[in-house]
C-alpha cells in the first residue's frame, strides 16, 4: 500500500493560520473516508476530522469552528485549513485514507 504524504506544516505564531495537504495516491479517492489526526509531544494520536464516505464532514470538539476539512477529488488531496491557532494545537498532523496506511507526518508548532 501506499503511504499518504502530508505536507504544510510549519511553525507560526498564537491566532495564526495554516493549511496542510495530504496527496494519497492509493485510494479510489472519491469512495473513501478520510480523516487527519495529531499527535503532541508525550500523548497518544488523536482524531482531528474527518470526511466520510458519503461526504459528511465531522471535527472534535477541540478544533470544531477553527478547522475546515476539505478535499479536491481530482487532486487526490485533502486540506486541513487551520485558523486561530494555540500552542494547544502544537503536534504532528497526519493523514489516514480509511484503514490505510499512516503517512510521516507534518510538523505544525505554535508560539505563544
Known amino acids: 500500500q501506499v503511504q499518504p504524504v502530508e505536507s504544510g506544516g510549519d511553525y507560526v505564531q498564537s491566532g495564526g493560520s495554516l493549511t496542510l495537504s495530504c496527496k494519497d495516491s492509493?485510494?479510489?479517492?472519491?469512495?473513501?473516508?478520510m480523516a487527519w489526526y495529531r499527535q503532541a509531544p508525550g500523548k497518544q494520536r488523536e482524531w482531528v476530522g474527518g470526511i466520510r464516505i458519503g461526504g459528511n464532514v465531522l471535527y472534535s470538539e477541540s478544533v470544531k469552528g477553527r478547522f475546515t476539512i476539505s478535499k479536491d477529488n481530482a487532486r487526490n488531496t485533502m486540506y486541513l485549513q487551520m485558523n486561530n491557532l494555540t500552542p494547544e494545537d502544537t503536534a504532528v498532523y497526519y493523514c489516514?485514507?480509511?484503514?490505510?496506511?499512516w503517512g510521516q507526518g507534518t510538523q505544525v508548532t505554535v508560539s505563544s
Open positions: 489516514r485514507f480509511a484503514t490505510g496506511p
Open positions: 492509493g485510494s479510489d479517492f472519491s469512495r473513501v473516508g
